[in-house]
């Protein structure tokens, strides 16, 4: 057993233990239980909801919920617009970055709007600090728009039959100062000290070894780094994201961002089985997404530290794994875990290059986006795994001789019927974009730098990316382009909305639907023969609808490297 | 078929039927009913011009046998699911038919003394009959008794009296009666009895989708939309990968991916439902009905026929001191002598004396009112009462007598033992007491027992006092009781548990109990019940029996089971079908992907071929389970996921591998 294995297992370690309690203060501050910082908080609260009108303790209906949640999110588009198309005049903007394009603009918006971070631009030369701080602000607000979605999937399951869900509102705010901005601050304390640039000037200039003088871009990183971890964004502040040495300096911080962007994903589904009373479904759905994480990661992370045995072939030694496109730093293992935690997670920060991934990694990193439900997410993890609990539902309900019920609330044909649309947009999306991609090489496989399987698996990823809202690449897609952009973008905002607004729906209408008290006859969906069932409709969906793509891209490459 | 189980399934004169139809069905207007199957019909037709295509002269598409045989094989993957429906259908219409033919062209006499066909019969009319007619269609009794043979509905060769008023007035066509004459008004316009309206549900004309197969097809025309997502995009991916594909490998492909399994069963399944239903002797007005047994959480019995045998029986007779026991059977005889209860009835059994040997001058009988809860007889100077305890208590206090102490602790014996006491008493003096007792139905427990499980709760309801009716409950074993029932508390109690969430199934033939009836999820009337009561339920049982609720639960259970089943199966044999076709499709061009033929299949057109004559052939290999329904067990419903999941996901996992490998076997000895 070597350090870089006790390190992953203390990764992982740390962000479960720390998870439970952290799921029982979501639990608490989404039930409006006091906490410590309520406080600081809410004398601030009672002055903006003032200033905005809102009334925080109206009670909404789920449609109402969609309402808010969908128009905040177009003010929030126009204001993005306006603010990156202007950045050149505008203050805070030391080394003079250029204002973005339109098309660059869009882009930019609509990738962080959606939790994406997919990034067409370097943050060296692409943006100033006001830029880099609006899209901070995105992904604290993003980040909570999914948290408070899932809190009302939450508080659909706690009250037996109501139509009254909370206020949208409410949720949003508090999810981002009681739980995002508390975390940021511990995160951002870490790196800090571990040497993270925290400052408003311009580039830095500093002497090298050979003695030449080198400008060194910096900024308010320290901030930046933090959210796009906690909020499973994924944008990194320069071009290099997590294997810059300013964003991501030491083995230290490396673990402090890995355990950043896992807790909350994590602690959501404990914080669910709190927030209904059932703590043992908040296990048994931990159960199903700990076990499919590690038949990823672990795989994973053998592979990347065995190493290329086409490599080995040359003569080459591989004792230290798979080493293109890694950070020595970090090492084979670590960066292997990484690769899957940013891709069952919707974060897609990297700290290697996927492209350089063995066959079979790439594959896992992209089963990894295509279930998009092991962990997921903040607040998606959730509510994809909900679709996929409500058809495991569906048919073992059947398969014990009752209607099927979730939770007490029977499922009926419009609830399948958003099941079905939810679960099919996912393979559409991807497969869509990819067979357009490949349909039309002149703009679209025009794009790849490796022709062949792995050519076509760097299309999937990055359909798979963008349907996921995950923001990673097989970076060696030159995808800069009118064609990738726009499809992408399309891909990016259904991948991201349909998501919340199915889940959010089936939730709101169980919620008004009868309370059925639970039997010797009921299915309980809270044992691991559930949990079994859950895994096995998972594994037949996205399975059965990938396996086709998988086989003629990193399957066909892992047959043909031997 | 080599057993006789499978025989009653397949019946010649049905196959026949069933054939035919199978080709009826294949008509675009009644597939386009079943998503999943219409999309096979498509890819049939594509395939059918496919095959011409490379009849005549195109290159590319493989040889014009190949195709031809594919086409073949998916033209017999959609008559194999026609037949499914096509034979649940013709079963149903078979038992349904014999129960309607022996009420075909009867004749009917009516008031005036005409004589009409009973198909002429028209609602309103009222007609006549005598001992040795048969009754030409379903009434009511207006006037008259008559003891009747229903043995050709039910099979019970024991005659049963029907009369006018009350809750046992109705007769159903096809029955004989054997004495007396009755006058009955006709109930039904032909054409619309339940039996008519069954078949009708089950010819498929009105059938409607039950709530549960609408959401079931949803998600089966999802997977369905996902396999064509999964082909189409297959195309610009291959062509990227230079790997030219067939259009034969295409649909082949599409096909056995979708869940042509349960979808071509599903209806069969439904159907089948209902069947079993109606062999059970049980009409049910709708599929939902039978759906909605499934799911029922609370089922209220009554007690007497359900949980004891008839009503209750005289078992002993208890002399007070100093009275002698002769005396006190003789006058509990004579009180029971105008007594036309079964209760009465049974104490002159015990006693064991003719009633016709017993002579006395000018009696006067006593009937029994609720007010004095006491019946008797006077003759002379006797007056001879028997009535409950503390009605003959309060008589004999009244005349300054003692109500021994004996005979009150008695009293509360037999009460506390789940009996009833009956105390009699002579000129206001207490002779004795006789006890009642229910004989609880042998095997009822273990009944109940087996409900417990399936989680549904069990209440009783009796209009016995509260103390016999929990000592009964206790030894019959149900979860609950009503005591001293009124038909509003039925009614209560059904709203209660509802209001709760609850699904409540109860059995009834009164008028009174008509609301309850309507009122439950589940209504089930007996057959010999009012007109009313059998409107108000949703099912009607022809036995009378009232433990049939029993059955229909299981029916209902079964129904869902075979359904989720079945799509689990359908769906996990898709990764067999996977790892035949996929290295099929790109062997040629791939040739490192020849790792994923596990199967080791022959070539990539055996394979192809032998994972749609899988795909085909399943489906009637899968008809009889379909018809028969999965077998339900009791054994709560983590152990009933685990159970089914375990046969059907992974069994439905490795039989495809298993029966691909051995048609590909079969097949590549011809290529």
């Known amino acids: ?562 | 078929m080599s057993n006789n189980k499978n025989t009653s399934l397949f019946q010649p004169e049905l196959l026949n039927e069933a054939f035919k139809q199978s080709f009826v069905k294949l008509n675009p207007k009644i597939m386009f009913r079943n998503p999943v199957m219409f999309t096979v019909w498509i890819g049939t037709l594509v395939m059918l011009f496919v095959s011409l295509w490379t009849l005549f002269g195109a290159t590319g598409q493989g040889s014009f046998a190949y195709n031809f045989i594919v086409f073949v094989i998916l033209f017999l993957t959609l008559l194999f699911a026609n037949f499914a429906e096509a034979i649940a259908e013709a079963r149903g219409k078979a038992q349904a038919d014999s129960l309607r033919k022996t009420r075909e062209e009867t004749p009917a006499k009516l008031e005036n003394g005409k004589t009409i066909s009973s198909a002429q019969l028209k609602k309103g009319d009222v007609f006549i009959c005598v001992a040795g007619d048969v009754i030409p269609t379903d009434g009511e009794i207006i006037e008259g008794l008559a003891t009747i043979d229903e043995s050709a509905i039910t099979g019970e060769s024991a005659p049963v009296i029907r009369e006018a008023g009350g809750d046992k007035s109705s007769v159903t066509g096809g029955t004989k009666v054997l004495s007396d004459k009755i006058k009955v008004v006709v109930t039904t316009q032909p054409g619309e009895s339940f039996l008519d309206k069954m078949i009708a549900l089950v010819e498929g004309a009105s059938r409607q989708k039950t709530p549960n197969e609408i959401a079931l097809t949803i998600l089966l025309a999802g997977f369905t939309l996902v396999f064509i997502i999964v082909t189409v995009t297959l195309k610009p991916f291959a062509d990227y990968a230079n790997t030219p594909i067939t259009i034969a490998a295409f649909i082949s492909l599409f096909v056995c991916l979708i869940p042509t399994t349960i979808g071509g069963l599903l209806s069969a399944i439904g159907i089948a439902g209902m069947d079993r239903a109606l062999r059970a002797n049980v009409i049910t007005k709708s599929g939902k009905a039978v759906e909605t047994a499934g799911d029922i959480d609370v089922l209220l019995l009554d007690k007497t026929g359900t949980i004891t045998i008839g009503n209750r029986k005289a078992t002993n007779f208890y002399a007070a001191n100093g009275v002698d026991q002769e005396q006190l059977v003789k006058a509990a005889v004579l009180s029971s002598l105008a007594d036309e209860t079964p209760e009465g009835k049974s104490i002159i059994e015990l006693a064991g004396i003719n009633p016709s040997t017993i002579k006395i001058e000018n009696p006067r009988y006593i009937k029994f009112t609720a007010e004095t809860r006491s019946s008797g007889i006077e003759y002379g100077s006797t007056r001879i009462r028997k009535g409950a305890s503390d009605a003959i208590k309060n008589l004999v206090e009244k005349a300054d007598n003692i109500f021994p102490s004996e005979i009150a602790e008695r009293v509360k014996t037999i009460s506390s033992n789940g009996g009833t006491p009956l105390v009699v008493s002579e000129n206001e003096k207490v002779l004795g007491v006789v006890e009642l007792q229910d004989i609880i139905k042998p095997g009822i427990q273990e009944r109940f027992e087996r409900l417990r499980k399936m989680g549904i709760k069990t209440v009783m309801v009796t209009g016995d006092n509260p103390l016999t009716a929990k000592f009964i409950a206790e030894k019959a074993g149900v979860d609950d009781f009503i005591a001293e029932a009124k038909p509003e508390d039925k009614m209560n109690y059904i709203r209660k548990e509802q209001s709760e969430g609850r699904l409540v199934a109860m059995m009834g033939d009164g008028t009174n109990d008509a609301p309850a009836l309507a009122q439950a999820d589940v209504g089930v009337a007996m057959n010999s019940g009012t007109q009313a009561a059998k409107e108000a339920g949703n099912m009607v049982d022809l036995d009378n029996d009232p433990t049939k609720l029993i059955e229909v639960v299981e029916i209902g259970k079964q129904l869902l089971m075979t359904r989720g089943t079945l799509t689990t199966f359908s769906i996990a044999n898709d990764v067999a079908k996977y790892f035949a076709i996929i290295p099929a499709l790109f062997i040629a061009s791939i040739p490192a992907l020849k790792g994923l033929n596990i199967m080791n299949l022959h070539s990539p057109e055996s394979a192809i071929l032998s994972a749609v004559i899988f795909n085909a052939i399943i489906i009637p290999l899968l008809i009889p389970l379909a018809l028969k329904g999965v077998a339900y067990k009791p054994i709560g419903a983590s152990a009933l996921l685990r159970r089914n999941l375990f046969i059907y996901g992974l069994g439905g996992v490795i039989v495809p591998f298993v029966g691909i490998k051995l048609i590909d076997m079969a097949v590549s000895l011809f290529m």
């Open chain 1, 1 to 562: 057993m070597n350090t870089e294995i006790l390190g992953i297992i203390a990764m992982f370690g740390i962000t479960f233990l720390l998870a439970i309690p952290l799921g029982k203060y979501i639990a608490k501050v989404y039930g409006g239980e006091k906490t410590f910082l309520d406080p600081i908080f809410i004398p601030l609260e009672k002055l903006f909801y003032k200033i905005s009108g809102i009334n925080p303790s109206k009670e909404m209906t789920w449609k109402q919920h969609l309402v808010a949640l969908l128009s905040i999110n177009l003010l929030w588009f126009l204001m993005s617009m306006a603010i990156l198309m202007n950045m050149s005049w505008l203050p805070l903007n030391p080394d003079g970055n250029p204002s973005q394009s339109a098309d660059l603009a869009f882009n930019t918006t609509i990738s962080f709007l959606v939790n994406c971070n997919l990034q067409h631009y370097s943050g060296e030369t692409g943006i100033s600090y006001l830029g880099q701080m609006w899209l901070m602000f995105l992904q604290f607000v993003t980040a909570g728009i999914g948290m408070a979605a899932a809190a009302v999937v939450f508080k659909a399951f706690r009250e037996k039959t109501t139509t009254q869900l909370g206020n949208f509102y409410n949720y949003f705010v508090k999810s981002c100062t009681r739980i995002l901005l508390p975390i940021s601050l511990i995160v951002a304390a870490v790196l800090v000290f571990e040497g993270t640039p925290m400052t408003f000037n311009g580039k830095d200039t500093i002497t090298n070894l050979q003695g030449d003088t080198v400008q060194v871009s910096t900024g308010p990183v320290a901030a930046f780094v933090p959210i796009k971890h906690v909020g499973t964004n994924g944008g990194g502040f320069f071009g290099a994201n997590g294997a810059h040495p300013l964003e991501n300096p030491t083995y230290l911080t490396n673990m402090v961002e890995m355990i950043a962007q896992f807790i909350i994903p994590m602690a959501m589904v404990f914080a669910f089985g709190f927030f209904i009373r059932k703590r043992k479904f908040g296990w048994m759905i931990f159960g199903v997404m700990t076990i499919g994480f590690w038949l990823l990661a672990a795989p994973n992370i053998v592979m990347e530290m065995n190493g290329n045995p086409a490599i080995a072939n040359m003569g080459i030694d591989i004792s230290q794994g798979a080493t293109e496109g890694k950070e020595v730093r970090i090492g084979a293992a670590a960066s292997g875990f990484w690769s899957i935690v940013t891709t069952v997670i919707s974060t897609g920060s990297i700290n290697s290059m996927h492209d350089s991934s063995m066959p079979l990694s790439g594959m896992n990193e992209l089963i990894a986006m295509m279930v998009n439900a092991f962990y997921g997410g903040v607040g998606a993890g959730i509510l994809n795994i909900f679709i996929f609990i409500i058809l495991a539902v569906f048919i073992s309900g059947l398969m014990v001789g009752r209607t099927p019920e979730f939770m007490g609330k029977k499922i009926e044909a419009r609830e399948m019927k958003i099941a079905m649309i939810i679960a099919l947009a996912h393979p559409f999306l991807i497969l869509g974009g990819t067979a357009i991609a490949a349909a039309f090489p002149s703009v679209g496989s025009v794009a790849i730098s490796n022709p062949g399987h792995h050519g076509f698996s760097q299309m999937l990823y990055e359909y798979t990316s963008s349907a996921a809202n995950n923001g990673s690449g097989f970076e060696g897609l030159g995808d800069n382009t009118l064609f990738w952009n726009i499809s992408t973008g399309i891909v990016l905002l259904l991948g991201r909305f349909l998501p919340i607004i199915g889940p959010v729906a089936i939730a709101g209408l169980l919620a008004e639907k009868k309370f059925i008290p639970e039997s010797a006859g009921t299915l309980k969906t809270d044992t691991s023969t559930f949990g079994i069932m859950i895994f096995a409709v998972i594994a037949i969906i996205a399975a059965l609808s990938f396996f086709p793509a998988l086989a003629l891209g990193p399957i066909a490459e892992y047959f043909s490297l031997k």
